[in-house]
Every structure is written in C-alpha cells, then in structure tokens.
C-alpha cells in the first residue's frame, strides 16, 4: 500500500507533512481535498480508520466554521459531516494514510509513525522546532 496524503498546499503543516514523507523515499499519493471534495463514505472510513469524529476533525480556524455555527457543542455530527461535503475545508490537515494507519498528522511528526523509513537529518518542524537531528535520529 501507498502512503496517501489528503493535503492542503496553503497549509504549512501539510506542507511539512509532505516533505517528511517524500524525504524518507516514499513518494505518496497526494489528494488536494480542496480541489477533490470528500464523498460521504470516504471521510465515514478515514474518520473511523483514525479514530475521529467529525468535531474532533473540525478545522476551527480558517474556516467557515464559526459562521456556519459549528462550534456550538449541541451541533450533532451529522449537521458537521453535511457541512464538511459542502466545504472540505472544514476538515482538518493532513490526514495520511499509510500500511501502518491512519491519522490526522498534526502535529506533523505524528506522521514520522506512519513511515517504514525515517528521513535523514536534520529536519525540523514549520515552526524551527528539531524533527530528526543530523544523525537521522527522531528528536523529542
């Protein structure tokens, strides 16, 4: 199976997830779900796959989110899922999939546990903080 990236490029950390990937040799699938949409039971089986719900995978900030009245606690799922069909952007990023799970890659060296391979060093994380150091060794 192939490492598969549902990815947005205006993120950082689904740019950083991305790189990681590439960086330990795989060469992922790459879904720009922005582009793509969601269909109902693809977000149903990544959602269970990586032990989400729907509230747990909001994107809460730059996103209709609040205008839409999401964030409100007594919103049920399925008001959260219609809502994410009609504007992907509500999901959260990166999600990858890979032979070894799936997840939701935030922080993005969530995804250095869904790779067979660490990349070489020295890596770090969108916000300067050390991901693999010099050796290839994970840091933190």
Request: hydrophobic share 40%; glycine share 6%.
């Amino acid at each position: 199976m192939t490492v598969v990236v549902h990815h947005n490029p205006d993120c950082g950390t689904s740019r950083n997830v991305l790189a990681i990937i590439e960086a330990s040799g795989d060469v992922p699938v790459v879904i720009d779900y922005l582009k793509t949409g969601w269909t109902r039971p693809q977000l149903l089986a990544l959602f269970a796959a990586a032990n989400l719900t729907p509230r747990t995978a909001l994107r809460t900030t730059k996103s209709p989110a609040e205008e839409l009245g999401l964030l409100d606690p007594s919103v049920d799922d399925e008001t959260m899922l219609t809502a994410m069909l009609e504007h992907p952007v509500l999901v959260n990023r990166p999600i990858v999939c890979s032979p070894k799970g799936v997840r939701l890659c935030r922080p993005s060296e969530t995804v250095l546990d869904l790779l067979d391979r660490l990349p070489s060093g020295p890596m770090v994380k969108e916000d300067g903080t050390p991901l693999i150091d010099t050796e290839g060794n994970r840091v933190g």
